[in-house]
């Protein structure tokens, strides 16, 4: 069983940044973070293959959010620059053994973190 502890979610200002963190108790290969506002589905927003081979970003936080990884640390992190209202979002960390399907599909990913809320206000 993986446990995952995210953190550094919190309130900023349009065009602020905050990094989330996410601590896996064990190895995992594939890292992804979700996000899931009130009302909407969840969807996918940054996932990372072993090494950084793949990496995936909605289209929406292209060129504003850079995830990353510290294999030793077993840890996944998330930039976010540029924030904006429509960032406002829980945000969930999620990993897997292995990379067992697409790194956006939601049914790879065994293990989920408790969520670090995100607000970003106008």
């Known amino acids: 069983q993986v446990q995952l502890a995210e953190s550094g979610g919190g309130s900023v200002q349009a065009g602020g940044s905050l990094r989330l963190s996410c601590a896996a108790s064990q190895y995992t290969q594939c890292m992804g973070w979700f996000r899931q506002a009130p009302g909407k589905e969840r969807e996918v927003v940054a996932a990372i293959a072993p090494g950084g081979s793949r990496r995936y970003y909605t289209h929406s936080v292209e060129g504003r959010f850079t995830i990353s990884q510290d294999n030793a640390k077993n840890t996944v992190y998330l930039q976010m620059d540029s924030l904006k209202p429509e960032d406002t979002s829980m945000y969930y960390c999620?990993?897997?053994?292995?990379?067992?399907?697409?790194?956006?599909?939601?049914?790879?990913?065994?293990?989920w973190g408790q969520g670090t809320q995100v607000t970003v206000s106008s």
């Open positions: 999620a990993a897997n053994y292995y990379c067992s399907g697409p790194l956006t599909a939601e049914w790879m990913y065994n293990y």
